[in-house]
T-cell receptor
Framework: LAKTTQPISMDSYEGQEVNITCSHN???????ITWYQQFPSQGPRFIIQ???TKVTNEVASLFIPADRKSSTLSLPRVSLSDTAVYYC?????????????FGKGTKLSVKP | GAGVSQTPSNKVTEKGKYVELRCDPI?????LYWYRQSLGQGPEFLIY????????DSGLPNDRFFAVRPEGSVSTLKIQRTERGDSAVYLC?????????????FGPGTRLTVL
């Protein structure tokens, strides 16, 4: 499974757009890119998943360049409640293992 | 509908004791996962069930850890002879089939403290 690298922490202010970039240089052809969000004392929560180009849902957008060696999670107009740890994961939809491999994530702090 | 539930939410035990942690997955989800999360770290995979069988238990740290899912729904993580290093939040997740293409839905976790 591809290893990911993302910033340990980021600060932002309410109303700003936040972009968190994740590097995954060894991503395989079958790998998807998935982002999870985790609030204190809660389990991680799925945010968005993509394979290539751009994916958008009601929560975020995910930008994936053509070489797929990185991806950027974009959170529009963050609020205080977006303060959380964000994890970038890559993996395929086949094989014998279905488990997710989490890194340390990016701790986003949104200030008023 | 109901999400993944885990009981107890907190468990305090003494070193050397036996503990059981329970996970109720989302109804109809065939895949169930256990993870362990230490402070400041991301969740770490322990074991994965597809139906009743453990499809992958490569993440269990040693033979003190064991998990079952006898009827393909509820799962129990069992830890024998607990050690202080076992203190962590134990997370359970379920998915309709096999991740990561299928979203994993996590429970709130059980915080285990071994004194």
């Amino acid at each position: 499974l591809a290893k990911t690298t993302q910033p340990i922490s980021m600060d932002s202010y309410e109303g700003q757009e936040v972009n968190i970039t994740c590097s995954h240089n060894n991503i395989a052809t079958n790998d998807y890119i998935t982002w999870y969000q985790q609030f204190p004392s809660q389990g991680p929560r799925f945010i968005i998943q993509g394979y290539k180009t751009k994916v958008t849902n009601e929560v975020a957008s995910l930008f994936i360049p053509a070489d797929r060696k990185s991806s950027t999670l974009s959170l529009p107009r963050v609020s205080l409640s977006d303060t959380a740890v964000y994890y970038c994961l890559v993996g395929d939809d086949g094989g014998s293992q279905g488990n997710l491999i989490f890194g340390k994530g990016t701790k986003l702090s949104v200030k008023p | 509908g109901a999400g993944v539930s885990q009981t107890p939410s907190n468990k305090v035990t003494e070193k050397g004791k036996y503990v059981e942690l329970r996970c109720d997955p989302i109804s109809g989800h065939t895949a169930l996962y256990w993870y362990r999360q230490s402070l400041g770290q991301g969740p770490e995979f322990l074991i994965y069930f597809q139906g009743t069988g453990a499809a992958d238990d490569s993440g269990l740290p040693n033979d003190r850890f064991f998990a079952v899912r006898p009827e393909g729904s509820v799962s129990t993580l069992k830890i024998q002879r607990t050690e202080r290093g076992d203190s962590a939040v134990y997370l359970c997740a379920s998915s309709f089939s096999k991740a990561p293409a299928d979203t994993q839905y996590f429970g709130p976790g059980t915080r285990l403290t071994v004194l």
